[in-house]
């Protein structure tokens, strides 16, 4: 199903830079393969990972020869650049300007040049008739140059205010959600990973629409019989564990299913066993797990990370805000590892600082410490009380991390001591930093992998609001996300993780801050966003991502969608006030949209007249044959919908946006805000016209849309909304 989001004209926005591509000797990321359904035509034909342009069909490659331009790799069979441009091409510019700023490849530095320059390019062309007229090197002759006429999608600007108060982000959201909607349908599933899944089942969460909320109802079933087992080390079972905690926290808040709190008591003990003692992070696999397998001679394994732990301890904050089990020691040990690790630009590290432990031998194997009735890899209750002769097996002054630990004895009343099999146990030092007693002060400078810090924001903010050094430590580490939106692809693994959380996170600091951050990521927005409207991942700066294999378009289309819910803020993580009550999941086009201020009323005769002014110029432009396919949610259709045609006797036809469907309405058919999406495709449609401004504008404060009635009276400008005062009814 292809997806057309947005309808109308509002202010640019200029794009600073971004992240760059970090391009390897060895070819990568343009050698790498990327996975998934929907890219599985690029992977056969190329083998490659290269950059999309856009809605315009192309994938592209940014080389050391041409820096300023695109080099074409790949055009889809049905888009809008195929048959017109092909491989090798370089692409110049569009619509008579020339791309002039060279790329700079490299790890910590921006995407300017191409990527940022025909962002601006595509939202002037989608701001007006649609056609981009992309200026082309035929397989990179500079001599022969030409241009290339393409159509795309007609959508609009970004408002100046985006996500907030921008039709734009209001049908790009719901398209998005559509595209999962049609995905699952599809495939019959999100996809084995469960970021993907989580992400997928949040952005439908997010959403006003009943048909999304449905689908969530349906799968939410699937965890009512889940239960988590720290002693299971199968696969990487803690991003399992984190991700599914985030997901019915949530939805249980917004629904209060009983039918969650075993599966959400059990997440919540086994994170508990998960979190790994001597640093507050989370490893792949569970502490507890971890312990088992070393006692039997296995691996340490892989060391803990600050990401995943940060992700379930949002959940344990949405469980304490439900007033369900959540944690208990290890909620605050994680706490206390991103207290320790923030640095003043609220950057975490990939890891958390690691705390004094020491391993220790006691007599025998029922000497004190206890051992737990649980067995290894869990907490002896009484810690070192009682605790007889013992020798420290590890660290010891060889090892060249060898600290001083006179600290076992001296502060054995605080320790926290852990079964580690037989008679060995690991001793973790109480090293509880100070809490802030006011505000951070932000030092500034690059807060990399804005993931974490996002993450560990949400944690923070969410359940804790009579913590107030909470409260301190996740504004801080929100504004090292806002003010770091050059950050966006450089993350670890997964770099679009890091999209999602640090954007999330972003969203939770000062407004002035995440308008910036907005503002920034525009680029993106644009350029991800392929020409069947859903997202693909990019190849970021971090050699180490895995987002070609596990992050089919599923995952950054859900990501993308997310970051516009905050618009709506029907979720915690997106927004939602701690005592709000839940959001109905009734459309918002279904019932009035809050207002800026109170909608005024407008006479039955000025009403009839303003009806047959709108019904003239929908058939005046229909007639002349300038309907374009501007999509809508028509109150009566099941599925978006375009004004293909309007006849004698107040009779408009509309067609599917997916497939030929047709079906024609009277004017009393539809309802006030119908009318109104009808105004807008006129003002859309005659955007130099400021009298279609007003109707716009008239027609919104109509159907209780004053917010954005205001816009469109702007648009109008001064001298004409005057005048049309006189039409309210006073």
Same mark, same amino acid.
């Given at each position: ?33 990327? %996975? ?14 290269? $950059? ?27 888009? &809008? ?106 495939? =019959? ?29 349906? $799968? ?63 490893? %792949? ?65 990939? =890891? ?16 004190? &410490? ?80 804005? =993931? ?141 949209? &809050? ?89 859309? $449609? ?45």
């Amino acid at each position: 199903m292809k997806i057309l989001p947005g309808t109308l004209i509002l202010a640019t926005l200029l794009l600073p830079a971004a992240e760059a591509v970090h391009e390897k000797g060895d070819g990568w990321p343009w050698n790498i393969k990327l %996975h998934g359904h929907h890219d599985a035509e690029v992977a056969e034909a190329t083998g490659g990972w290269f $950059l999309n342009v856009g809605p315009t069909g192309i994938r592209a490659r940014i080389t050391k020869e041409n820096p300023k331009y695109f080099t074409v790799k790949y055009v889809f069979k049905k888009c &809008p650049a195929s048959g017109l441009i092909e491989v090798d091409d370089v692409i110049v510019g569009a619509n008579g300007k020339r791309m002039s700023v060279a790329h700079t490849f490299g790890r910590h530095v921006g995407w300017e040049g191409p990527m940022m320059e025909m962002a601006k390019l595509i939202e002037e062309a989608q701001g007006a008739d649609g056609k981009l007229e992309l200026i082309v090197w035929p397989k990179g002759d500079r001599q022969n140059e030409k241009k290339v006429l393409l159509q795309i999608a007609a959508l609009g600007r970004f408002s100046e205010t985006f996500p907030f108060n921008c039709p734009r982000s209001d049908e790009l959201y719901i398209g998005l959600c559509d595209w999962l909607l049609e995905e699952y349908r599809r495939a =019959g599933k999100f996809e084995k990973m469960t970021h993907t899944h989580s992400a997928c089942m949040l952005a439908l969460m997010a959403s006003p629409e009943r048909r999304h909320q449905k689908l969530v109802d349906d $799968l939410i079933k699937g965890y009512y019989g889940k239960r988590y087992d720290p002693n299971n080390g199968n696969g990487f079972p803690a991003w399992g564990q984190v991700h599914d905690a985030v997901v019915m926290g949530e939805y249980y808040l917004l629904h209060k299913d009983k039918r969650l709190e075993d599966a959400m008591e059990s997440v919540a003990f086994c994170l508990e066993n998960s979190v790994w003692p001597s640093t507050g992070g989370l490893s %792949h696999r569970p502490f507890a797990f971890i312990q088992r397998r070393m006692h039997g001679g296995g691996p340490k394994g892989y060391g803990a990370m600050a990401m995943p732990a940060g992700i379930g301890m949002i959940g344990l904050s949405l469980f304490k805000e439900a007033g369900l089990p959540h944690g208990g020691p290890s909620y605050e040990r994680i706490h206390e590892g991103f207290l320790c690790s923030v640095g003043s630009n609220g950057e975490i590290g990939y =890891g958390f600082n690691s705390w004094d432990h020491a391993v220790i031998e006691v007599e025998s194997e029922k000497a004190a &410490p206890v051992p737990p009735k649980e067995g290894i890899g869990y907490e002896c209750a009484d810690g070192l009380q009682g605790v007889g002769d013992y020798k420290i097996i590890w660290p010891t002054k060889e090892d060249p991390r060898y600290k001083p630990t006179d600290w076992l004895t001296r502060e054995k009343h605080a320790n926290r001591v852990f079964h580690k099999g037989d008679k060995l146990r690991l001793v973790v030092r109480n090293m509880s930093p100070e809490e802030p007693t006011k505000p951070y002060k932000f030092g500034g400078g690059r807060c990399g992998g804005i =993931g974490k810090s996002g993450a560990g924001a949400l944690a923070h903010l969410i359940g804790n609001a009579d913590k107030t050094s909470w409260q301190y430590l996740g504004e801080h580490m929100a504004k090292g996300c806002a003010r770091n939106p050059e950050q966006l692809l450089n993350g670890h693994a997964s770099t679009h993780m890091h999209v999602l959380w640090g954007s999330l996170g972003a969203a939770a600091a000062q407004e002035k801050d995440f308008r910036h951050y907005m503002d920034y990521i525009k680029w993106w927005l644009i350029m991800a966003q392929t020409h069947d409207g859903s997202y693909v991942v990019l190849p970021g700066r971090d050699y180490a991502s895995t987002d070609h294999v596990y992050g089919t378009r599923n995952f950054p289309t859900a990501c993308a969608a997310l970051i516009l819910a905050t618009k709506d803020k029907r979720l915690r993580i997106t927004g939602r006030e701690t005592n709000a009550s839940a959001p109905s999941t009734t459309s918002s086009r279904m019932q009035p949209k &809050p207002s800026a201020r109170a909608a005024r009323s407008i006479s039955d005769e000025s009403r009839k007249e303003l009806n047959q002014m709108l019904y003239v110029s929908l058939l005046e432009l229909s007639n002349e044959n300038k309907l374009i396919r501007l999509p809508m949610n028509l109150s009566k259709a099941r599925a978006k919908v375009w004004l293909s045609k309007v006849e004698l006797g107040h009779q408009f036809e509309f067609t599917a946006l997916q497939g030929s469907q047709k079906a024609v309405f009277g004017w009393d058919d539809m309802t006030a805000g119908d009318q109104a999406m009808l105004a807008a495709v006129v003002a859309r $449609l005659r955007g130099d016209d400021p009298v279609a401004q007003a109707m716009a504008g008239i027609f919104m404060e109509a159907a209780d849309n004053t917010a954005m009635a205001d816009q469109y009276y702007k648009q109008a400008g001064a001298e004409l909304t005057e005048k049309i005062e006189s039409i309210f009814t006073k």
